[in-house]
């Protein structure tokens, strides 16, 4: 039997549409034939949920999304039929949860139950409901930011003013002179603690030679017999208290001079005749010496 042309291209057809069917599905996730077990999730708001959107347990993908039924009467919930590997056993106190990612991709987590001996059957009924995530959080956020920002500007506003202060231009110069010269003296420092770093050798073998000098003299000082010094001392003391004593008592001629007052009233009297008897020969020297120039007689040989 001969095929003819027409046969063969719809054949190539159907067979196309067979292979994109299964390919679209496998791309999607969904599992021809497979033997996978079958769950329903009721929902009151699937927040766009939609068929082949992957199924998660504990962040691994167990299934997808094969399925949704909408109530158009509002009296029913919002089914969503899913495709389970049938490897996954879920326990009866799990719920689903639609949570969405920044780029707004969505997923159902499953968050299974905590006793795992009591399993779901396939085809039973797990509860389902939106998860207050990511950005569930940053539009709760907006009403407290749109209060923040009427101050955030007040608060701009009063920066700006307080920049534009030529106060704090200046002060903000000061502080720039101050840092500068704070690098000077540092600079000078760091070539002091050089310099005294070079020098530091030479100061400390001063000091040990002080040190030497010192230990000299200790040793010349404790060399010298004090015993005999300190008896000499006391032989000279006790000579000046003698002195003293003799004058104090008008022995010798100081002590007379120093006691005696008819002696000193003398002696004062005896000077004081001798500068009248020189004052008087300054001043009529003929009264005491007769000079004849021609060799005149004295007035006795007359």
Same mark, same amino acid.
């Given at each position: 039997?001969?095929?003819?042309?027409?046969?063969?291209?719809?054949?190539?057809a159907?067979?196309?549409?067979?292979?994109? @069917?299964?390919?679209?599905? @496998?791309?999607?996730?969904?599992?021809? @034939?497979?033997?996978?077990?079958?769950?329903?999730?009721?929902?009151?708001?699937?927040?766009?949920?939609?068929?082949?959107?992957?199924?998660?347990?504990?962040g691994y993908q167990?299934?997808?999304?094969?399925?949704?039924?909408?109530?158009?009467? $509002?009296?029913?919930?919002?089914?969503?039929?899913?495709?389970?590997?049938?490897?996954?056993?879920? &326990?009866?106190?799990?719920?689903?949860?639609?949570?969405?990612?920044?780029?707004?991709?969505?997923k159902?987590?499953l968050?299974?139950? !905590?006793? !795992?001996? #009591?399993? +779901?059957?396939?085809?039973? %009924?797990?509860?389902?409901?939106?998860s207050?995530?990511?950005?569930?959080k940053?539009s709760?956020?907006? &009403?407290?930011?749109?209060?923040?920002? &009427?101050?955030?500007?007040?608060?701009? %506003?009063?920066?700006?003013?307080?920049?534009?202060? &030529?106060?704090?231009?200046?002060?903000? $110069?000061?502080?720039?002179?101050?840092?500068?010269?704070?690098?000077?003296?540092?600079?000078?420092?760091?070539?002091?603690?050089?310099?005294?770093?070079?020098?530091?050798p030479?100061?400390?073998?001063?000091?040990?030679?002080?040190?030497?000098?010192?230990?000299?003299?200790?040793? $010349?000082?404790?060399?010298? #017999?004090?015993?005999?010094?300190?008896?000499?001392?006391?032989?000279? +003391?006790?000579?000046?208290?003698?002195?003293?004593?003799?004058?104090?008592?008008?022995?010798?001629?100081?002590?007379?001079? +120093?006691n #005696?007052?008819?002696?000193?009233?003398?002696?004062?009297?005896?000077?004081?005749?001798?500068?009248q008897?020189?004052?008087?020969?300054k001043? $009529?020297?003929?009264r005491?010496?007769?000079?004849?120039?021609?060799?005149?007689?004295?007035?006795?040989?007359?």
């Open positions: 039997m001969k095929i003819s042309k027409e046969i063969k291209i719809a054949l190539t159907v067979l196309a549409i067979i292979i994109l @069917f299964f390919g679209m599905n @496998f791309l999607k996730g969904l599992t021809m @034939f497979s033997g996978n077990n079958i769950y329903y999730v009721a929902f009151d708001d699937i927040s766009g949920l939609t068929t082949s959107s992957p199924i998660y347990a504990n167990v299934g997808v999304v094969t399925n949704i039924k909408y109530d158009y009467t $509002h009296q029913q919930p919002t089914i969503a039929l899913i495709d389970v590997d049938r490897n996954m056993q879920i &326990p009866r106190d799990s719920y689903a949860e639609i949570e969405s990612d920044m780029l707004g991709n969505l159902l987590n968050k299974l139950g !905590p006793n !795992p001996t #009591d399993i +779901l059957a396939t085809g039973d %009924t797990i509860v389902g409901q939106v207050s995530g990511t950005l569930a940053l709760a956020m907006v &009403p407290t930011i749109e209060n923040i920002l &009427p101050k955030l500007d007040s608060i701009m %506003t009063s920066i700006n003013t307080i920049m534009a202060d &030529p106060v704090i231009v200046a002060t903000l $110069h000061n502080a720039e002179k101050i840092s500068t010269d704070l690098t000077t003296t540092t600079r000078q420092l760091n070539t002091l603690m050089a310099d005294l770093n070079r020098q530091l030479g100061i400390m073998q001063k000091a040990d030679k002080v040190l030497d000098n010192t230990d000299g003299l200790t040793q $010349h000082l404790a060399s010298l #017999d004090l015993a005999a010094t300190k008896a000499q001392v006391d032989q000279t +003391l006790g000579n000046l208290q003698t002195l003293t004593d003799r004058l104090n008592n008008g022995q010798g001629t100081a002590g007379l001079l +120093l #005696d007052p008819q002696l000193y009233q003398n002696l004062t009297k005896t000077m004081s005749e001798a500068q008897l020189l004052n008087d020969l001043e $009529h020297p003929s005491y010496v007769n000079i004849s120039v021609f060799g005149k007689k004295n007035k006795a040989e007359k």
